[in-house]
C-alpha cells in the first residue's frame, strides 16, 4: 500500500513540474510578445516617457528612446565579463547630463579587455551636445550567486549597471533606467551591443514533455512491475 501511494506522490509531482513549466512558456511567449511590441513603437524622448509612467518604470523595458544631452566621459565605469564574437570585454557605461542637470547612464558598447581603463580613452564618446536613440533597460540587481561589487567607494569597473549603486559616485541625480546605445555597426569602438531578439521561447516547452514522460515511464513502469508480481503469486 505505502509502494502504491509513493509511486502515486511521485507521478504526481511530475505532472506538476511538467505544467509549472509550461506555465513558464507561455509567461516567456507574453514577454516576448510585449518585448517585440514595445520595441517596434517610434522612439520618444526619454524625459517624456519617463514622466509618463512615474513609478513604473518596468512599463519602458525595450522601448526605443531618444535622449538629448553631452557625455561625461570622466564619470565612466565599465561593465566586466561582456563577450562579443567568443571574445571577453566591457560595456562602456557613461552618463549623458541633460539640460536640467540630471542624466541618464548609456551603454555605449564593448570594448575588448586590453582598454580597461576609464575613460576609455581609445573610444571616446562625441563631444558637446548630442542626440542618441536606444533601448530601454530597467537597473540591474545583484543575483543571490556571483560576483559582488564593493558597497561602498568609487567603482571604476562593475560587475552590473545597478543605478542606485553607481548613483552613489555621482554628483548629478540619474535617472532609475538606463540607455543602450543602438549603433550603425560601423565595427568602431565601442562595438554596438547587438539589438535584443524576441523569437527565443526558452527550454520550458522541451522541461515540459522530459517531466510528462517521466511521470509517464514512472507510471507505466509500475504497472509493468504489479503485473509481472501477480503473474509470479499466481
Do not use: C
Not at 576609464?118 to 536606444?134: F, L, N, R, W, Y
Not at 545583484?142 to 564593493?150: A, K
Not at 569597473?157 to 549603486?165: A, E, G, K, M
Not at 540607455?179 to 524576441?198: C, D, N
Amino acid at each position: 500500500m505505502i509502494s502504491h501511494l509513493v509511486v502515486l506522490l511521485v507521478v504526481i509531482l511530475f505532472v506538476r513540474l511538467g505544467f509549472w513549466q509550461l506555465d513558464r512558456f507561455e509567461e516567456r511567449r507574453l514577454e516576448n510578445t510585449v518585448g517585440q511590441a514595445r520595441f517596434a513603437e517610434e522612439p520618444v524622448d526619454i524625459v517624456v516617457l519617463l514622466d509618463s509612467v512615474g513609478a513604473d518604470v518596468e512599463r519602458l523595458e525595450y522601448r526605443r528612446v531618444v535622449a538629448t544631452g553631452v557625455f561625461y566621459p570622466e564619470d565612466e565605469l565599465l561593465v566586466r565579463s561582456q563577450v562579443y564574437r567568443g571574445t571577453a570585454g566591457f560595456h562602456v557605461i557613461t552618463p549623458l547630463v541633460g539640460e536640467s542637470g540630471g542624466a541618464i547612464l548609456v551603454n555605449r558598447g564593448w570594448v575588448s579587455l586590453g582598454l580597461d581603463q576609464v575613460p576609455a580613452i581609445e573610444a571616446p564618446p562625441p563631444p558637446g551636445k548630442v542626440t542618441v536613440e536606444g533601448w530601454v533597460h530597467l537597473s540591474q540587481e545583484r543575483p543571490p550567486l556571483g560576483p559582488v561589487d564593493p558597497e561602498e567607494g568609487r567603482l571604476t569597473t562593475t560587475s552590473r549597471v545597478d543605478i542606485t549603486r553607481i548613483q552613489q559616485q555621482m554628483e548629478m541625480p540619474l535617472a532609475p533606467v538606463y540607455l543602450v546605445l543602438i549603433g550603425e555597426g560601423s565595427g568602431e569602438r565601442p562595438i554596438s551591443v547587438r539589438p535584443p531578439v524576441f523569437d527565443d521561447d526558452g527550454p520550458h516547452l522541451a522541461y515540459a514533455i522530459q517531466w510528462f514522460g517521466f511521470a509517464l515511464i514512472g507510471l507505466v513502469g509500475y504497472l509493468f512491475l504489479v503485473r509481472k508480481q501477480r503473474g509470479r503469486s499466481t
